[in-house]
């Protein structure tokens, strides 16, 4: 590994755009290492004031839906009839990286990960959920603080991490397949709930006219929720990565969501509150690893966990046994 | 208030089913006193070896669904078709007790609060949803010691209360109301997958055939969820508690219930999971209690958390500083 820079080093090339000093900057926010997090702090503290700048878009959909595929093509997109700048992240913190579902394997995004304008990057390995999204949501502030206007965060829709990547992005499409009546089956509901866009893949040959069924059954399945405090009514499209169709509805979407929620006032205040939440998310994970790793609690665990298992004790009494330990 | 008694006789006048120690015991779970809740921990020891004997059954709907009514009937059919001693409890935090929508309002259940086997126990008033769960949780168990065989948890289907509740039963059974086409409205989508088993209320007269619709609707609906766990396939039924009609099969769904999973073991399973949740639960409670009501932490709070909502502080960093604030 490359000897440390300062903060003002990182920060400077990071704001500068150098893609080399933005990868070593994410480095150290997924490192673990104490004095790592306290650089990443002051990193962080200078990058902060030019961040925010971005669209924040987060993708999901369960594996075979051509999540890969999709982005290249949509980023592809945005990068050619748009002229933006595209960082796309990764949140999978179970891949062992054989399935090749996600982003670990960039031969499957091939010409967006050689594009000037695009920076891809994977999930760190070996991490836990809480690793992972502490350091994905910091490598989005320093993507932007590098100029990146679109970012993308990928997750895989089978697990708990859509609820993580929906606390920082501003965004959340979902990637569907036509099928036969129960497309339902396999995304859990609260995903759908979460979902600003469906967008039904696969969407040419002769999959085109049960994609079309798919895209009416989502939109009044989708009417079904009353509107949230955004005020936007999710929408459904269709597209082809292959026949790259339907991309420009999925970004108008995008774009006419901003533009009613910065009317209203809703985008601002959400990214103020998904501040505040993993302000109190990363207290409670510090509070509870401080806790159960303290050596007191660990001497007793086993035994009082499988009292209360065993409704031997009651969880109440147990816990203010625990506690007592410790003062 | 009367005097104190020793945990003995709290425990002993609970195992012999009498009524008067059997609220007294739950006043004294319900407090936040600290020197109340020693005793009650006291208490909940001594009787923690006789409990468990009975069927837990979550029940909710929104307003309107007739709820209060539905237990009043549905009670009484237990009381004098099968024998049962039933007690029912009340978790509603919101509750200021005007909607009268919840068991606070006991007239609603006139002939079922006079019955000697029945034994009804309004949610305590001006608590925080996790002091309810807390004493409604060791509430079942005291009413489990004093004799009951089958304890309703009743809550408004409209909040967090459900996941709550849902944590604490055998069974969740979910009113609704036969409507026209957009039933799920109002209603959570995650409310009906912990569903065990859905009754469409107040079928009768010109109500029944819309009812019967909405069965047939829900149980398709429920079939798009995959099995769980517990292997029961969610029940839909119809019920009129003014026609007393339907009750059976709604008892015979609990029972089938009951049966199916205690001989393939998720019964055992799920209680004893449902221990180490609240114990784990518990413990993330205090930790957070302690911790925001420090007074280093309380009179840094609004500057730091301040400064993480406008996005000057990144919060991992403001949550490293707040921890400094204590060691």
């Known amino acids: ?35 790592d997090q306290v650089l990443a ?14 669209v924040r878009v987060g993708i999901t959909g369960v594996p075979g839906v051509g999540k890969s595929t999709f ?19 990764a949140i999978d913190p179970t891949s062992q990286r054989t399935g090749g579902s996600i982003l670990g394997d960039k031969t499957r995004m091939e010409t967006l990960s050689i594009h000037q304008n695009a920076y891809i990057r994977p999930s760190p390995a070996g991490k836990t959920l809480g690793g992972v999204a502490r350091s994905t949501r910091e490598s989005i502030l320093l993507c932007e603080a590098a100029g990146f206007d679109v970012i993308f965060v990928e ?3 089978v697990g708990q991490s859509e609820t ?30 979460m979902a600003d866009a469906i967008a039904i893949t696969k969407a040419d040959g002769p999959n085109l006219t049960p994609a079309t069924s798919a895209q009416a059954e989502y939109q009044s399945a989708l009417h079904l929720f009353p ?18 169709s339907g991309l420009g509805d999925i970004w108008d979407s995008v774009t006419e969501y901003v533009q009613l929620t910065q009317q209203n006032g809703y985008f601002h205040q959400r990214r ?25 609690v660990q001497a007793q665990w086993e035994t009082v966990a499988g009292q209360v298992t065993q409704g031997q004790k009651s969880p109440f009494a147990a816990a203010a046994e625990l506690f007592g330990l410790l003062s």
Chains 1, 2 share one sequence.
Not at 41 to 54: F, N, R
Not at 281 to 290: A, D, F, N, T
């Open 272 to 296: 103020q509150e998904q501040n505040l939440h993993w302000l109190r998310h990363s207290i409670r994970q510090q509070l509870e690893e401080r806790f159960y790793q303290h050596p007191a």
């Open 41 to 54: 702090h002051a990193v962080m503290e200078q990058v902060l004031p030019h961040v925010g700048k971005s």
């Open 227 to 244: 509107l949230g405090a955004s005020k936007w009514s999710p929408k459904v499209t269709v597209c082809s990565a292959y026949e790259k």
């Open 164 to 193: 993580a990547v929906h606390e920082m992005v501003d965004f959340f499409l979902l990637l569907m397949l036509a099928g036969a009546g129960d497309e339902l089956q396999g995304i859990k509901k609260g995903i759908m709930e």
């Open 155 to 157: 997750t895989v829709g």
């Open 71 to 89: 982005i290249e093509a949509f980023g592809n997109y945005l990068l050619e009839q748009h002229g933006k700048k595209l960082a796309v992240l």
């Open 1 to 35: 590994m490359p000897k440390r820079l300062t903060p003002d080093e990182y920060a400077a090339g990071v704001l500068s755009g150098n893609r080399v000093l933005l990868s070593r900057a994410i480095t150290l926010v997924e490192s673990t290492l104490p004095s």
